[in-house]
Nanobody, 118 residues
C-alpha cells in the first residue's frame, strides 16, 4: 500500500538546522511532484516547498526562501527538506505530500514535529 514516512523532526534551538526525510513506497515515486507542508497549532496547513518529478523545478514559501532547500532522490524514493536558520515561528508539524496532477492522485504522510525553542 502507499506509504509516506517522515523522519528527522525534533527540538532545535533558534538558528539551528534540521533535515527532514520522507520515504515513499507503494507508488511510482518519479511520477509524482513532492511537497512539504506544515501546520502550526491553531493555523491552517501551508505549503512550504515543492519539487517537480525530475527535481529540476522547485518553489518555496516566501517565509522560508533562502533558509530551506527541498531535494529528492528518485533512486531512493525519498524527498528531503534541509532547514537552516530555524526560527521559533517555524515550529509546526511537517507533512510530506505526493501529487500526480494528471490523475489527481494525492498522498499524505503522518507528519513529523519540528519545535524551535531555546
Amino acid at each position: 500500500q502507499v506509504q509516506l514516512v517522515e523522519s528527522g523532526g525534533g527540538l532545535v534551538q533558534p538558528g539551528g538546522s534540521l533535515r527532514l526525510s520522507c520515504a515513499a513506497s507503494g507508488f511510482t515515486f518519479s511520477d509524482y511532484g513532492m511537497s512539504w507542508y506544515r501546520q502550526a497549532p491553531g493555523k491552517e496547513r501551508e505549503l512550504v516547498a515543492y519539487i517537480s518529478r525530475t527535481g529540476r523545478s522547485t518553489n518555496y514559501a516566501d517565509s522560508v526562501t533562502g533558509r530551506f532547500i527541498i531535494s529528492r532522490d528518485n533512486a531512493k524514493n525519498t524527498v528531503y527538506l534541509q532547514m537552516n536558520s530555524l526560527k521559533p515561528e517555524d515550529t509546526a508539524m511537517f507533512y510530506c505530500n505526493a501529487e500526480r496532477s494528471i490523475t489527481g492522485s494525492r498522498y499524505w504522510g503522518q507528519g513529523t514535529q519540528v519545535t524551535v525553542s531555546s
